[in-house]
């Protein structure tokens, strides 16, 4: 082809493409123009012209996928504030999807500012990272998270950050151990896998009196069962991953505030660890959200149904349960609960052996073997307890952790009921 009929081929290409855009865009509703007149393929292929038309309202908030926020002009992108939720700067600082999904956690719990983390374990760090420094020290309690002790005593403490590690359940103790160093109090309720139920009100006041700052980890509560703010705590944290997305396929964080500049910490560090999360992942969650109400409640009535069988049952020592008499800490549940999530414990009687208790949970058929909870499939996982705690444990047998998904109860105690059995053999 000569250099002339190759000019002309391309000249016929450009009408071709350009008679095909605007029939496009005619077809489509929109004022063809508003580009270039000749963009080639490639081009038109990454700048489409097309706007739908304003005014598309659904139940569900649009997903936002961003890395790069486009700018009118220079002028804007210089005006843009990423810290405010006037605009949007760039993927990491936010989306319309994850400002939609922050403002209703913070209205949920009552709160002024919510910030989304990749999981719940991030929001932990997001907390530590952004309020503790060389020299200081930070209070876990001995029924915590065990990741969030592992990162304390695996990462902070080579930066200088120490552990103290404190009963929830002793108040004089817990304030004996507060040091001129200590800044950060984190509070669990229930406690992890052995389900203390502490007073939230005074270790709030008695951190107060020492100007420590209290953090929350509120992932059992899911923003319903209590309320930290009405009890005096600075900082609500919650992994979404359990009941607000319920659907046990993803994870994320939360970290809720009402203090701005308590607020305004937490913001930086949280630009500056790049804890984002995807539109995908936030669409999930507020999905998630319009069946919170009711799933939770769903799995709290489940859940003590089962556990009031059990208490029935000869093999069952002890029954950690908050909402239960005789659980520890039951009287601050009445006081500061409004309701229960369907995770609770037991434990068998002495004689029974850890391998007879790992038998039963392998003969179950509906509960299934698996960390986290919240999700609509029951787990069951036994726990070495006295290992995790030594001495100061005060049962023999192994606990096994049940979380009550959203089958029928009488299913999951028929299946408890054969599982069982294994204990007889
Ligand atoms: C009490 C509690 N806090 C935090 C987390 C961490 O959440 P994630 O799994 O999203 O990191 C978990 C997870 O099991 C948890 O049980």
Same mark, same amino acid.
């Given at each position: 082809?000569?250099?002339?009929?190759?000019?002309?081929?391309?000249?016929?290409?450009?009408?071709?493409?350009?008679?095909?855009?605007?029939?496009?865009?005619?077809?489509?509703?929109?004022?063809?123009?508003?580009?270039?007149?000749?963009?080639?393929?490639?081009?038109?292929?990454?700048?489409?012209?097309?706007?739908?038309?304003?005014?598309?309202?659904?139940?569900?908030?649009?997903?936002?996928?961003?890395?790069?926020?486009?700018?009118?002009?220079?002028?804007?992108?210089?005006?843009?504030?990423?810290?405010?939720?006037?605009?949007?700067?760039?993927?990491?600082?936010?989306?319309?999807?994850?400002?939609?999904?922050?403002?209703?956690?913070?209205?949920?719990?009552?709160?002024?500012?919510?910030?989304?983390?990749?999981?719940?374990?991030?929001?932990?760090?997001?907390?530590?990272?952004?309020?503790?420094?060389?020299?200081?020290?930070?209070?876990?309690?001995?029924?915590?998270?065990?990741?969030?002790?592992?990162?304390?005593?695996?990462?902070?403490?080579?930066?200088?950050?120490?552990?103290?590690?404190?009963?929830?359940?002793?108040?004089?103790?817990?304030?004996?151990?507060?040091?001129?160093?200590?800044?950060?109090?984190?509070?669990?309720?229930?406690?992890?896998?052995?389900?203390?139920?502490?007073?939230?009100?005074?270790?709030?006041?008695?951190?107060?009196?020492?100007?420590?700052?209290?953090?929350?980890?509120?992932?059992?509560?899911?923003?319903?069962?209590?309320?930290?703010?009405?009890?005096?705590?600075?900082?609500?944290?919650?992994?979404?991953?359990?009941?607000?997305?319920?659907?046990?396929?993803?994870?994320?964080?939360?970290?809720?505030?009402?203090?701005?500049?308590?607020?305004?910490?937490?913001?930086?560090?949280?630009?500056?660890?790049?804890?984002?999360?995807?539109?995908?992942?936030?669409?999930?969650?507020?999905?998630?959200?319009?069946?919170?109400?009711?799933?939770?409640?769903?799995? &709290?009535? !489940? %859940?003590?149904?089962? $556990?009031? @069988?059990?208490?029935?049952? /000869?093999? +069952?020592?002890?029954?950690?349960?908050?909402?239960?008499?005789?659980?520890?800490?039951?009287?601050?549940?009445?006081?500061?609960?409004?309701?229960?999530?369907?995770?609770?414990?037991?434990?068998?009687?002495?004689?029974?052996?850890?391998?007879?208790?790992?038998?039963?949970?392998?003969?179950?058929?509906?509960?299934?073997?698996?960390?986290?909870?919240?999700?609509?499939?029951?787990?069951?996982?036994?726990? &070495?307890? !006295? %290992?995790?705690?030594? $001495?100061? @444990?005060?049962?023999?047998? /192994?606990? +096994?952790?049940?979380?009550?998904?959203?089958?029928?109860?009488?299913?999951?105690?028929?299946?408890?009921?054969?599982?069982?059995?294994?204990?007889?053999?």
């Amino acid at each position: 082809m000569s250099s002339e009929e190759h000019g002309d081929q391309l000249d016929q290409n450009l009408a071709t493409n350009r008679e095909l855009h605007v029939a496009e865009h005619t077809v489509m509703g929109a004022e063809p123009g508003a580009m270039h007149p000749s963009p080639r393929a490639a081009t038109l292929l990454q700048h489409s012209p097309y706007q739908p038309p304003p005014g598309f309202d659904a139940v569900q908030p649009a997903t936002h996928r961003a890395s790069t926020v486009l700018f009118a002009n220079v002028a804007a992108m210089r005006a843009r504030d990423w810290r405010r939720k006037t605009g949007y700067t760039y993927g990491l600082h936010g989306t319309p999807t994850t400002f939609t999904l922050e403002a209703r956690l913070a209205e949920i719990e009552g709160a002024k500012h919510a910030l989304l983390c990749p999981s719940g374990l991030s929001a932990i760090a997001l907390v530590n990272l952004a309020l503790l420094q060389q020299g200081d020290a930070v209070m876990l309690p001995t029924n915590v998270y065990n990741p969030s002790r592992d990162m304390a005593e695996k990462l902070l403490s080579g930066w200088g950050i120490a552990l103290q590690v404190y009963d929830p359940m002793d108040l004089a103790a817990t304030h004996a151990a507060i040091t001129p160093r200590t800044r950060l109090l984190w509070l669990e309720a229930p406690g992890s896998v052995t389900m203390e139920m502490p007073d939230l009100r005074a270790l709030v006041a008695m951190a107060r009196q020492h100007g420590l700052v209290t953090a929350l980890d509120n992932t059992w509560g899911a923003g319903l069962a209590i309320k930290p703010f009405a009890l005096d705590v600075d900082i609500s944290m919650q992994a979404l991953t359990k009941y607000q997305s319920g659907g046990a396929d993803m994870l994320m964080g939360a970290v809720l505030t009402r203090d701005d500049a308590l607020h305004d910490k937490l913001l930086d560090a949280h630009m500056r660890l790049g804890f984002g999360v995807s539109g995908d992942d936030a669409s999930l969650v507020l999905r998630g959200l319009h069946s919170l109400h009711l799933r939770y409640h769903a799995h &709290d009535q !489940a %859940a003590r149904c089962v $556990a009031t @069988w059990l208490q029935s049952r /000869p093999e +069952v020592q002890a029954l950690l349960h908050p909402a239960f008499p005789g659980s520890p800490g039951h009287a601050h549940w009445v006081r500061d609960c409004s309701a229960a999530a369907g995770l609770f414990s037991f434990t068998f009687q002495p004689q029974i052996t850890a391998a007879r208790v790992e038998a039963c949970v392998d003969a179950l058929r509906l509960f299934k073997i698996g960390y986290s909870w919240g999700g609509p499939v029951s787990l069951a996982v036994p726990y &070495d307890v !006295a %290992a995790m705690r030594g $001495a100061s @444990w005060a049962y023999a047998s /192994p606990l +096994v952790r049940l979380s009550i998904g959203l089958e029928d109860p009488l299913d999951l105690i028929a299946d408890l009921d054969h599982a069982m059995q294994v204990l007889l053999d």
